[in-house]
């Protein structure tokens, strides 16, 4: 009897062991799993539902079937022409075989890290093989109207075509053969072709973000700042010119208007000599000797200030000094 009563003890802890070590085990939506049995995968198990195992002998390693996100490091990276940038990338990744990840990789941590290496080396590669202008542009539309100059306000709307002319800078943009997205695609197909043999499976890589170097974004601000300094030298070139257009107009308009008036003093000035000399006619008619004495004291005030030597009074000129009549 006791030995009975021991051996149904002995049954019952043993049930109790096997129960607590867990015979089955659930995967639910969303997971899958290998079965390891002393080191080696015996099973593995992608539908979900209650699953069988062996007590102490099977390990279960679960893995996420969903799609993961990857989120890389920035990185400072040269282009083609050796201009750096900073370019931020994600990517989306899925378990697709996994007894293979388990043998080559084993955790999620050590697989963000191998993604890591493989789209960090795929991302460089690309990038340094490429222009720049590639990396940040999709395609070669730029503008609506390649041609657009900007509007500014003038006097007229001849003044605003003539500035508009006169600032119009000719930019040309070189043309991209690729561009982003198209780059992106080759991220992705390099990456591919190293991640199968880990069991993983790539869905995309994309830069997220792509920004200028610090060294680079200062050029961009010095070619801005001299376009504008060449639209503000042409301001003030066209203004330079109106002002002497318009000077030139007024320097005209002055030069014309004393002539007419030079002109019309002129024929005053001779209609009133005419007359004086036809007053001056009748009075030497009239009287010769005062006509004469008058004249030569009008000659004195009108010479002598000028002089600054020394006259002799006996002068034939000087006659008009001693006598009203000249003897």
Do not use: C
Request: aromatic fraction near 10%; hydrophobic fraction near 40%; glycine fraction near 6%.
């Amino acid at each position: 009897m006791k030995r009975v009563i021991t051996l149904l003890v002995i049954l019952a802890v043993l049930l109790i062991a096997v129960l607590v070590a867990g015979p089955f085990y659930i995967l639910n939506e969303g997971e899958q799993a290998v079965v390891v049995q002393l080191g080696q995968i015996v099973a593995v198990k992608q539908d979900a539902g209650l699953h069988f195992k062996t007590p102490f002998l099977d390990d279960v390693i679960k893995y996420p079937k969903m799609i993961m996100s990857w989120d890389g490091e920035k990185q400072r990276i040269p282009t083609k022409e050796n201009q750096f940038i900073w370019v931020d990338t994600i990517a989306r990744w899925r378990i697709s075989d996994p007894k293979k990840f388990y043998e080559s990789i084993g955790s999620l941590e050590s697989a963000y890290a191998r993604l890591g290496d493989v789209i960090d080396s795929a991302v460089r590669t690309i990038i340094a093989e490429n222009w720049l202008r590639e990396t940040v542009r999709n395609s070669n539309i730029i503008r609506e109207n390649k041609g657009a100059t900007e509007a500014f306000e003038v006097g007229s709307d001849q003044d605003a075509g003539q500035l508009s002319a006169f600032t119009r800078t000719d930019v040309t943009y070189e043309e991209v053969q690729k561009g982003r997205r198209k780059l992106a695609e080759e991220m992705l197909n390099l990456s591919r072709k190293l991640v199968p043999e880990y069991g993983i499976e790539l869905i995309d890589v994309v830069p997220r973000q792509i920004k200028y170097s610090d060294e680079l974004t200062q050029s961009v601000y010095n070619r801005m700042i001299k376009e504008r300094s060449q639209i503000a030298q042409a301001f003030r070139s066209f203004g330079e010119g109106k002002k002497a257009e318009w000077e030139g107009k007024l320097e005209n308009e002055r030069r014309s208007l004393l002539s007419a008036a030079y002109e019309k003093a002129e024929k005053i000035k001779g209609a009133a000599d005419a007359e004086a000399t036809k007053i001056y006619a009748q009075a030497y008619s009239r009287d010769p000797e005062f006509f004469d004495f008058w004249r030569s004291i009008e000659s004195y005030k009108t010479t002598l200030p000028k002089f600054n030597k020394t006259l002799s009074t006996d002068m034939d000129y000087f006659r008009y000094l001693y006598s009203p009549r000249g003897r």
